[in-house]
């Protein structure tokens, strides 16, 4: 089973993969998924580690932190699958198709994600999520947002388009919204690749 297998179009694929995507290294204490290290955590533990941050009036710090750490995350997400299609057709140009099944069938456990516009040519994109593991109840306008998922689909979409892109979520389940709803466009002025 290869690293790239968590990401596939079929979803009935993906239903079989599933069963050896996670493996137990009990001799050692360690998980890995699709061949990568990784640690299991309560979803709760993303509300906690929020719920701490405001109390000690360190969200805004936290916030960013949280969207520094989820672009480097979907910066490598993106990366496995653009080397995955570039291993496979000898191109690392992305249709739209591609990018489509790339946002959405990729589970990491953040969320349905749905990418409901994609401009290939002006290098932006809107996505939708119902469920996103960051948001917690809705508290009002003041609630926080989705700030590790934010960072995920930037870097995540950065590397599919080939270009520096930053986003804004304008509505969030945490403020009440229905739907958490990010756009993302293309960050000309963007320096740093983090
Ligand atoms: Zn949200």
């Given at each position: 089973?290869?690293?790239?297998?968590?990401?596939?179009?079929?979803?009935?694929?993906?239903?079989?993969?599933?069963?050896?995507?996670?493996?137990?290294?009990?001799?050692?204490?360690?998980?890995?998924?699709?061949?990568?290290?990784?640690?299991?955590?309560?979803?709760?533990?993303?509300?906690?580690?929020?719920?701490?941050?405001?109390?000690?009036?360190?969200?805004?710090?936290?916030?960013?932190?949280?969207?520094i750490v989820g672009r480097s995350v979907g910066r490598a997400e993106g990366r496995t699958i653009v080397s995955k299609l570039a291993r496979e057709t000898g191109s690392v140009t992305l249709s739209s198709e591609y990018v489509r099944n790339a946002v959405e069938e990729t589970n990491l456990g953040y969320g349905k994600i749905l990418l409901e516009s994609l401009e290939l040519t002006a290098k932006a994109a809107g996505i939708t999520t119902e469920n996103s593991f960051e948001a917690g109840p809705a508290t009002g306008p003041e609630g926080n947002g989705c700030f590790f998922l934010l960072g995920y689909l930037e870097g995540l979409l950065s590397e599919l388009l080939g270009a520096e892109l930053r986003g804004v979520e304008s509505s969030c389940k945490s403020r009440g919204d229905q739907v958490c709803t990010f756009r993302l466009t293309r960050n000309l002025e963007s320096r740093f690749k983090i």
């Open positions: 089973m290869s690293a790239v297998d968590r990401y596939s179009q079929d979803s009935f694929k993906r239903l079989l993969g599933a069963v050896n995507s996670v493996s137990f290294r009990d001799d050692t204490g360690e998980v890995e998924y699709f061949g990568e290290k990784v640690v299991i955590l309560r979803k709760e533990s993303f509300q906690l580690f929020r719920q701490e941050l405001i109390r000690r009036n360190a969200s805004g710090t936290g916030n960013l932190i949280l969207g």
